[in-house]
Each structure stands twice: as structure tokens, then as C-alpha cells.
T-cell receptor, first 113, second 113 residues
Framework: QQQVKQSPQSLIVQKGGISIINCAYE??????FPWYQQFPGKGPALLIA?????SEKKEGRFTISFNKSAKQFSLHIMDSQPGDSATYFC????????????FGKGMKLTVNP | NAGVTQTPKFQVLKTGQSMTLQCAQD?????MYWYRQDPGMGLRLIYY???????DKGEVPNGYNVSRLNKREFSLRLESAAPSQTSVYFC????????????FGDGTRLSIL
């Protein structure tokens, strides 16, 4: 049973465009939603995270939007750059911590120059 | 500051051989994790250790064993490798019971022939 569903599986955008990655979850006990960025040959690294008491969190060009009633959250990358080309994973966990994260299947982003 | 160090980085095994993947962290984290990453499957938790002296099964534990040697080190053992265990293995660590992120190593790429 996949607890976090991520879409699309891949995305190609032009430099300067907006990249949007969507995730949906089922477990209403989830209370911490991080996004991880992974470059080829490297391990995932935390990009940005949100808790359900806020509907949006922005860090530079990266914004998480959270819809608690719909059990959905999304990552928006504004002014996408070739250096943003990577695989992005959404994740979720319960009990307010980073234990036992449940990951989406990932999305490969390609930003063309 | 090394963070999470995994050894080896690459390994090729024959079916039936055994092997231990090593992981060490220098961030004084309580919790450590082992994941496998397969194309289109995201990151799946194999085993985790919430604190020194404890280990628990994750989503896909069959065919694996783990040892939390001390606070710094968490090893993953394949007793009798099978081709289905060909994957990229990631170790991660985190502070227990907090919203701090999991920190990942750069992975061990394991091929089983």
C-alpha cells in the first residue's frame, strides 16, 4: 500500500519556467512533510519541509503548498535553473518527527537551458 | 565534517555470497536507517534503529540483517545475496523524536549476478 503518491514521474521544463510536483497522502496522522532533492550519484538531501499548521512555506525559489483537507501537498520551483535538474522525493511521517519517513516514488526533473 | 559515510561505494557479488555494508555517522544522531532505492520505486526502508541497542524491521526486511554496533555505526548484512537485491543502498541518520531531517550517505551500488 503506497501511502504517499507522487506525480508526475518525470518533468521537462525550460530554464526560467515553473516546475510543479504533486503529492497526496492517505494517513491523517502524518504531521511532517519534507521534500528531498537527489543529484545523480549522491544521497537525497533535505530541500524544504512543512507541517500541517501552515498552508505554505517559501524558501528562495522553492515553495511548498499544503492542503490539509485534500491531503495533498506540492512543491513549486520558480525560475527553474539547469542546476535544479535532479530527482525530487516528497515524504511524510507521523508523530512530529523524522522517524520512519514514507517516501513517494520520486520525480526526475530536467531543466533545459 | 563527514556526515554519513558508507562503504564500499560499489560492489559486485555472485548469487549466494554474503556481504556487510558499513555505515558510520559523526553527527551524534540517535537514529539510523537503511533504505534501498530501485528505479520507479522510491526509497524503501529496510531496517532502522531508533536508538543504540534497538533495531526494527521496515517495509522490506526479508533477506537482510542489521547490527547497531554503537551509536555511530549501523551495518547491513546480506547473508545469501540474490539478484533481486541488486539495488542502491542508502544509510541515513537523524536526531530522534524531532523535526530534524534525515541525513543520507552517498550510497552503495550493489550488483548481484
Amino acid at each position: 500500500q503506497q501511502q504517499v503518491k507522487q506525480s508526475p514521474q518525470s518533468l521537462i521544463v525550460q530554464k526560467g519556467g515553473i516546475s510543479i510536483i504533486n503529492c497526496a497522502y492517505e494517513n491523517t496522522a502524518f504531521d511532517y512533510f519534507p521534500w528531498y532533492q537527489q543529484f545523480p550519484g549522491k544521497g537525497p538531501a533535505l530541500l524544504i519541509a512543512i507541517r500541517p499548521d501552515v498552508s505554505e512555506k517559501k524558501e528562495g525559489r522553492f515553495t511548498i503548498s499544503f492542503n490539509k483537507s485534500a491531503k495533498q501537498f506540492s512543491l513549486h520551483i520558480m525560475d527553474s535553473q539547469p542546476g535544479d535538474s535532479a530527482t525530487y522525493f516528497c515524504a511524510a511521517t507521523a508523530q512530529g518527527g523524522s522517524e520512519k519517513l514514507v517516501f513517494g516514488k520520486g520525480m526526475k526533473l530536467t531543466v533545459n537551458p | 565534517n563527514a556526515g554519513v559515510t558508507q562503504t564500499p561505494k560499489f560492489q559486485v557479488l555472485k548469487t549466494g555470497q554474503s556481504m556487510t555494508l558499513q555505515c558510520a555517522q559523526d553527527m551524534n544522531h540517535n537514529s539510523m536507517y537503511w533504505y534501498r532505492q530501485d528505479p520507479g520505486m522510491g526509497l524503501r526502508l529496510i531496517y532502522y534503529s531508533a536508538s543504540e541497542g534497538t533495531t526494527d524491521k521496515g517495509e522490506v526486511p526479508n533477506g537482510y540483517n542489521v547490527s547497531r554496533l554503537n551509536k555511530r555505526e549501523f551495518s547491513l548484512r546480506l547473508e545469501s545475496a540474490a539478484p533481486s537485491q541488486t539495488s542502491v543502498y542508502f544509510c541515513a541518520s537523524s536526531v530522534m523524536n524531532s523535526n530534524q531531517p534525515q541525513h543520507f550517505g552517498d550510497g552503495t551500488r550493489l550488483s548481484i549476478l
